[in-house]
Nanobody, 125 residues
Framework: QLKFVESGGGLVQPGGSLRLSCAASGFTLDYYAIGWFRQAPGKEREGVSCISFSDNMTFYTDSGKGRFTISRDNAKNTAYLQMVGLKPEDTVVYYC??????????????????WGQGTQVTVSS
């Protein structure tokens, strides 16, 4: 089965840090852009970040800009989302997926495949 397996979530205090991992299963990441998304209960899934495959160009929405860093390690077939300065509003489930490129609409769910089960991040004191 082709999918991602997300991990690294957990409980952290406000201002804390977490590094989420996204391991590809059944396929290689080399020629895919990777997107991170998040979803709160009862809300739509929203884009957080994207990293291209050709030149590792990165994109962020305002929710993560300056606090989140996306990266990839093709040798490990894994992508990462380093999060610092976490806030209670970052308490959601984080997902990753791939598509052919980031492009100007990378934050749109359309075109992404191989979604994982997500990893829960809880920011609370």
């Amino acid at each position: 089965q082709l999918k991602f397996v997300e991990s690294g979530g957990g409980l952290v205090q406000p201002g804390g840090s977490l590094r989420l991992s996204c391991a590809a299963s059944g396929f290689t990441l080399d020629y895919y852009a990777i997107g991170w998304f998040r979803q709160a209960p009862g809300k739509e899934r929203e884009g957080v970040s994207c990293i291209s495959f050709s030149d590792n160009m990165t994109f962020y929405t305002d929710s993560g800009k300056g606090r989140f860093t996306i990266s990839r390690d093709n040798a490990k077939n894994t992508a990462y989302l380093q999060m610092v300065g976490l806030k209670p509003e970052d308490t959601v489930v984080y997902y990753c997926a791939v598509r052919s490129g980031c492009g100007s609409t990378w934050y749109n769910l359309r075109g992404y495949n191989y979604w994982g089960q997500g990893t829960q991040v809880t920011v609370s004191s």
